[in-house]
């Protein structure tokens, strides 16, 4: 199967696109001109608050309310095109995933962590209950478009926010753009993120065509910086990717105290993700938490199996990470050991 993605310098034509289609955007895009311009070719369309909240089975009920009002027809071709960021392409996602039992997605990401990461893959969600992505599916959309212009409208702080992706997919498996990143003072601009978008993204299709409903476990690998990323991010509602990269730097010292990677690499990452200017630490992160605040978190993890073990991703070198089965006890252990570090 070729890969959905299609890089571009301007949103695409209307005419690239299904008769039939409804468009969903963020509604902060209605403020810029060439998106309103482009949007208004688009007979039906939906603009959606982004964020977290948006997430939920309240506002999917709503929207199916909308949707209703529109009149739209109900065909084989009808086709849900998403413009935003994870949150708008994670519900859009499962919208269509569901619609009708499935109807056809295009993702155009506006966020530079959706460009990297959340567009491509395939899996979509809601929240429910306090706990992220519960109800959700795997649903790849058709296209992926990445437009440049539409991806230069971000403010800076949402780069920052893409970087725990791009130095995740580094460590995992591309020694050279880690090395690229260290010749950096700070993080990319928004040229030099656009420059190596392909290839980062590339990395990622790599894994997903081999697994893509996360069957045979080699997806898991994506996980590196989330099984505590995830546990920052539920604990002090900090950005994904900023959460990522202090997980990342607990992934990378658990790694080391076991042996698994070197001194000079373990350096290497801390150094990394200081880089980053996230504004947080690894140890503000870990001192705000106890250790049945982390296990009850780690509950709700969704790679969670019945013997209460899940596949953590260990750092080996930079360009190279392995998965190993640890019990939820080693990793509470592991939390207390840096934690008192
Ligand atoms: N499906 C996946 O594989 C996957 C992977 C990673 C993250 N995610 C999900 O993605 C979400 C986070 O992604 P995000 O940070 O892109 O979320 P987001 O959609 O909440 O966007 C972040 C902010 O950027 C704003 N924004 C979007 N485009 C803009 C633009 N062009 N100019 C100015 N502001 C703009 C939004 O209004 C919002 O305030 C989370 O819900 C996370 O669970 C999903
Ligand atoms: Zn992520």
């Not at 086709?79 to 935003?84: P, R």
């Not at 959340?118 to 979509?124: D, E, F, I, R, T």
Request: charge should be positive.
């Amino acid at each position: 199967m070729p890969r959905p993605v299609v890089y571009l310098p301007k949103l695409p034509s209307r005419t690239l696109f299904p008769a039939e289609c409804v468009l969903f955007y963020d509604s902060v895009l209605a403020s810029k001109a060439a998106f309103k311009k482009w949007a208004a070719k688009f007979e039906h369309s939906i603009a959606l608050k982004s964020g977290e909240s948006l997430k939920t089975v309240d506002s999917f009920n709503q929207v199916l309310k909308k949707i209703t009002k529109q009149n739209i027809s109900q065909t084989t071709q009808l086709t849900f095109v998403s413009v935003g960021g994870g949150s708008v392409g994670d519900f859009v996602g499962f919208l269509a995933s569901v619609y009708l039992r499935g109807r056809g997605l295009i993702h155009i990401p506006s966020t530079w962590l959706s460009a990297v990461d959340s567009a491509h893959g395939g899996k979509n969600g809601l929240n429910f209950e306090g706990v992220k992505n519960q109800v959700g599916t795997f649903y790849p959309p058709e296209k992926v478009y990445v437009c440049r212009e539409l991806l230069n409208t971000q403010p800076a702080e949402r780069l920052c926010e893409a970087m725990g992706e791009v130095v995740k997919t580094a460590v995992l498996f591309d020694k050279k753009l880690f090395a690229d990143l260290e010749k950096q003072n700070k993080p990319y601009s928004n040229s030099q993120i656009w420059q190596r978008l392909e290839n980062l993204v590339a990395h990622k299709y790599a894994i997903v065509e081999k697994d893509p409903n996360e069957k045979l476990g080699l997806r898991r690998l994506l996980n590196l910086g989330h099984t505590m990323g995830h546990v920052f991010e539920a604990h002090y509602g900090w950005a994904h990717g900023v959460c990522v990269l202090l997980g990342l730097e607990f992934a990378a010292a658990w790694s080391h105290q076991l042996r698994i990677l070197n001194k000079t690499d373990y350096a290497r990452i801390v150094k990394m993700v200081k880089k980053m200017k996230t504004g947080r630490s690894l140890t503000e992160a870990l001192s705000g938490l106890n250790e049945k605040k982390v296990l009850s978190l780690l509950q709700k993890d969704k790679k969670l199996t019945g013997d209460s073990t899940l596949d953590f991703i260990f750092v080996k070198s930079i360009g190279n990470c392995i998965r190993k089965k640890v019990s939820l006890n080693e990793i509470a252990a592991e939390f207390k050991r840096q934690k008192a570090l």
